[in-house]
Structure formats: structure tokens, C-alpha cells
């Protein structure tokens, strides 16, 4: 495997009856066992409802709710995970046939064109991140994600029968494209449609399967050694994820929100309680149209009677007017007095997240394993995959428990910590006898640490914090930083290990890593347990 080839191995930047018996459908259903309570029926009702009266959260916590309710929202986040996988799969199916895809288009052992047929997809990722919040508002999250489906399908059987630079190229950017605006749709959308005591561990899921998507495509590359052109079927294994995608999308509701913020009341009505069940259901009605209602600085209304988002008519009409002066000058309305501080800490984050080194760590990974006798590229790459997908097993199940805020702060210590170790290991004398061990524990260590936190945690919390008027543009603009961070560090790497060394480098990545903890601590809020509309209220205010 090249190794420059592992720039974009591990970046993050996430129906099971649609894709059943599919990879990506069981991708993601192994990763729904880690959602007892929908499973079981007990989180089926438990929706946080901040009431416009006081902005105080009460939680609606029978568990005599509709049957199948919560499993509706389960499956319903299982169908936008497709979308997850076919992210962590497209973006890591390069890494393994590299070399075997440069000779079948007609440029064997060229590092220029293997730069690019890797990196294309970042750059075009970055576009597509960059027009999916209009894209989201302006059709819906469910339309798309259909929409999405296309290109996706095109990539990737552009790639499995590329004859040379050009197509190969033109595949890749297509998939790029397409997955640059999944990172953005899927959060929101898991987002918009989760109940809040569990929205928590559904947002993380979507990091988990991108691992999954991400190591199945390390596995998939396996066959290469006996085969060189087994590299066409890992791309046409990647055209299945767009039609599962597709397909499940046909089924699965609209986000409530969406619909409420563009005016379709009765339609978002309907979905809400299709989602949870009736009697919830109408619980987290009266939060959406509370929210409406506060949003046009209708105050009367806070207190007036009425059904459902009846009371709230002024405001949804208020919010469909702000949506589509968003449309037309998104980013003059996301750097307003009103919104800059929240849309530049989402971008920081993402900032942060980058350059605190995940890209360099995996770059090197190999090298490291090689010197602690891990010979087989694959065998690292798989190593690593497994740390990241077990970190993230492991975050989905206390997101809900500890909060966004402290995983944030262990995993950027956990990170620092582990960098200071790998520099340590590479330039400290007295530790040369062990430094192999060392290295491969400070990988490891390092990427657990990012898995529990820093990677599945920003995705998460980002939908969480915008308002809801310009909650995908402002996705957009964090993942656009993202993918922007990503390929910039992917094309300056390597001149700053040149001018530095490695070790150097290592410890400016903690450096980051440590101020990532500081960053965090004074500037997130905690969003667990709390609805959407109530974060939105603290954050803003009487703005809001």
C-alpha cells in the first residue's frame, strides 16, 4: 500500500429493511445494538419538551407510547447511515490498490497522479459540503439524500471500469462530491428526527458506521494480493450503498423540523407522530411551536391556546421568510451579528480536529508498525481501523451518560497525551530500546482517543447548536472547513516533516491537541438531555 495513499484513511468529519442482506445494511444494523432503549421500547416516548412558558426542559418519560415508534426512529437513522458508509467506504477504498489501480490506467508508479486520485475527492468534497446546506433547504433532507444517490452510483462505476486518468479521476471527484454532502446531511438529519435522551448516542452511531464503512473497505482490499484487478470490484462494491440509500430514503420520514421551518405545519405534524408515537408525538409539537413562536418575537403567543403548531403560524411563516433570504445570502445571514460567534465555533472545532493530527498519525502508521515487526500494510491499516471502530463503540454508549463536553475534553487530552508519547519514542535517546512498542502504543492510544471524542463528537454537536434556520448551511460551512483543513494538511505534511522532523511536528500536534481542551472548556456548551429548541434558546436568547 502506498502510503501517501493514507492521507484521508481515518478523517471525520454519519433503512435496515431498505438494504437488507446488503454490506451496508449490515453495517449498520450491528450498530443498532447499541441502542437498548429504542430497541426495547423504553425510549420510545422520551422526548425532552422545553415549554414555552418558562424554557424549562420536562421530560415526557412514559414507556406506554406507540408500538414501533421508537423503532421508527431507529430504522429511520439506520436508512441515513447508508449514507455514513458509503462515506467511510468511498474515502478509504483507494488506500489498499493504489498501486494496482496506478498501472491500469496507464501510470505505474506515478506519485503525482496517485496524489490525485486520492485527493480529488477531498477537494470536491469541500465543494459539495459547501452547497449542502442549500441543497438540504432548498429540497429537503430526504430529496437530498436521493439526489446524492446518483452521483455516488456514477463514481463508482466510473472507477470500476476507469481505463485511464481521466475517468478514474472524474469517478473520483463525483463520489467526492456526493459524500462531501453527506458528512453534512446525515447529522443533520439524525439531528432533526432523534428524541434528545437519545439523540446522543443515534448522532454517534453515524460516526461508528463511517468506521465500519472505513474498515470495510481495508478488508475488502484483502483479495488484492492473489488478484491486482480485484481493485474494479471493491469500486462496484461501492455502488451499493447508493441504490440502499435511494431506496430506504423512499420510506423514511422527512425531518419534522424541516418541514415546520418551510411552512408545511400539518406535514411536520404528521411526521412528529409518525416518528414517536401520537401522545409524544404532541409533546414535541408543542416544542417545535414554541420555538416557532419565540423565533418571530411572538411573545403573545407563549401563552395563547391552541393545538399542535396552529399557535405558532406567525412564527413558522417568520422562520420560512428568514429561510429564504438564507438561500440567497447564506453567508452573509451565518456571519450576521446575530449568528457569527456560534458558526465560528462550529468551524474552529473542525479546525481543531484537524489539526491536531489524525492525518499524520495514520500517514506514519505503517512505518511505525513496520519497526515494531508488523510487516503487512494491511495488517497496520486494519489495526488502526479497529482501534477507531472500537473508540467509537465505546463513545456511542457514554455520549448520553457523560456529555459532548467532557468526551470532547478526554479525548483531546487523551490525543495530546499519545503525541507527546509517539515524539518521545522517535527522538528521546534513553527510550531508543523501546521505542517501537512505544510507537505503536502512542498510535493506538492516540487513535482510541480520537474515536471517543474528537471524531464522532463535532458531527454531533454542531446540529445541536444551530438554530434551526440556519442549521445545514451552518453544517455546511464546519464540514467545508473540514474537508478544507483536511486536504491542506494532506498537501503541506510531508514539507514539515522535511523542515522540522517528525518529532517536532508530533509535539506541535499536541500543542493543538491540548488547546483543543482549553478551547473546549470555555466555549461549548453541554447540549445532553436537552431539546433542540432549548439549546437554541440558551444560545440565543430572546433572538432566538
Known amino acids: 500500500m502506498s502510503r501517501k495513499s493514507k492521507i484521508s484513511a481515518l478523517t471525520s468529519p454519519p433503512g435496515a429493511s431498505a438494504a437488507s442482506g446488503t454490506v451496508p445494511g449490515a453495517a449498520v444494523a450491528a450498530g443498532a445494538a447499541a441502542i437498548p432503549e429504542l430497541r426495547s421500547g423504553r425510549g420510545r416516548g422520551r422526548v425532552v419538551a422545553a415549554r414555552a412558558s418558562g424554557g424549562a426542559a420536562s421530560e415526557s418519560g412514559s414507556e406506554s407510547g406507540s408500538a ?28 489498499g490498490p493504489l498501486d494496482e489501480i496506478l498501472v491500469s490506467i496507464g501510470a505505474p508508479g506515478n506519485s503525482l497522479v496517485g496524489g490525485w486520485v486520492v485527493s480529488v475527492s477531498l477537494l470536491t468534497a469541500a465543494c459539495g459540503a459547501l452547497s449542502a446546506g442549500w441543497l438540504a433547504d432548498s429540497v429537503g433532507r430526504k430529496a437530498a439524500f436521493q439526489l446524492l444517490a446518483l452521483p455516488l452510483a456514477i463514481g463508482s462505476v466510473l472507477s470500476a471500469t476507469a481505463a485511464s486518468i481521466p475517468q478514474m479521476l472524474v469517478g473520483r471527484a463525483l463520489t467526492g462530491l456526493a459524500f462531501g454532502v453527506i458528512s453534512c446531511v446525515v447529522p443533520v438529519y439524525i439531528s432533526e428526527i432523534s428524541p434528545a435522551p437519545v439523540r446522543g448516542r443515534l448522532g454517534s452511531l453515524n460516526q461508528l458506521v463511517i468506521c465500519t464503512g472505513i474498515l470495510t473497505a481495508l478488508l475488502a482490499g484483502l483479495p488484492l494480493a492473489g488478484n491486482p484487478l480485484w481493485w474494479r470490484q471493491m469500486f462496484w462494491i461501492g455502488a451499493l450503498p447508493a441504490v440502499a440509500l435511494a431506496a430506504g430514503m423512499a420510506w423514511a420520514p422527512e425531518s419534522p423540523r424541516w418541514l415546520a421551518k418551510v411552512g408545511r405545519k400539518d406535514e411536520a405534524e404528521r411526521q412528529l407522530k409518525r416518528l414517536l408515537g401520537p401522545a409524544h408525538g404532541a409533546a414535541a409539537v408543542a416544542d417545535l411551536a414554541s420555538s416557532a413562536a419565540e423565533s418571530a418575537g411572538a411573545a403573545a403567543a407563549k401563552g395563547a391556546a391552541g393545538d399542535g403548531l396552529e399557535r405558532a403560524e406567525a412564527g413558522v411563516g417568520a422562520a420560512r421568510r428568514r429561510a429564504d433570504e438564507a438561500a440567497s445570502a447564506s453567508l452573509q445571514t451565518l456571519f450576521s451579528n446575530r449568528y457569527r460567534k456560534v458558526v465560528l465555533l462550529g468551524m474552529m472545532l473542525f479546525a481543531l480536529q484537524q489539526f491536531a493530527g489524525i492525518n499524520a498519525v495514520i500517514y506514519y502508521s505503517s512505518a511505525v508498525f513496520r519497526t515494531a515487526g508488523i510487516q503487512s500494510d494491511v495488517a497496520a491499516s486494519t489495526l488502526v481501523g479497529l482501534a477507531n471502530v472500537l473508540g467509537t463503540a465505546v463513545s456511542l454508549g457514554l455520549v448520553d451518560k457523560q456529555g459532548r463536553k ?56 454542531l446540529p445541536e447548536i444551530f438554530p434551526s434556520h440556519i442549521r445545514a448551511s451552518a453544517v455546511a460551512a464546519a464540514l467545508t472547513t473540514h474537508w478544507l483543513c483536511n486536504f491542506v494538511i494532506g498537501l503541506s505534511f510531508l514539507g514539515v516533516v522535511r523542515a522540522v522532523g517528525v518529532a517536532a511536528a508530533y509535539v506541535g500536534f499536541a500543542a493543538v491537541c491540548f488547546a483543543g481542551v482549553l478551547f473546549v472548556r470555555g466555549f461549548i456548551v453541554e447540549t445532553k438531555g436537552r431539546s433542540l429548541e432549548e439549546i437554541e434558546r440558551e444560545l440565543l436568547g430572546s433572538e432566538a
Open 68 to 95: 414501533g415508534a421508537g423503532g421508527m426512529v431507529l430504522a429511520a437513522v439506520l436508512v441515513a447511515c447508508i449514507g455514513a458508509f458509503a462515506f467511510g467506504y468511498h474515502i478509504s477504498v483507494v488506500n
Open 406 to 461: 467532557s468526551l470532547l475534553m478526554g479525548s483531546f487530552a487523551g490525543m495530546g497525551c499519545s503525541m507527546l508519547l509517539l515524539a518521545l519514542s522517535l527522538s528521546f535517546p534513553p527510550l531508543q530500546p523501546i521505542a517501537a512498542p512505544l510507537s505503536v502504543l502512542g498510535t493506538v492510544a492516540y487513535v482510541l482517543s480520537f474515536a471517543m471524542g474528537a471524531g464522532p463528537v463535532p458531527a454531533l454537536l
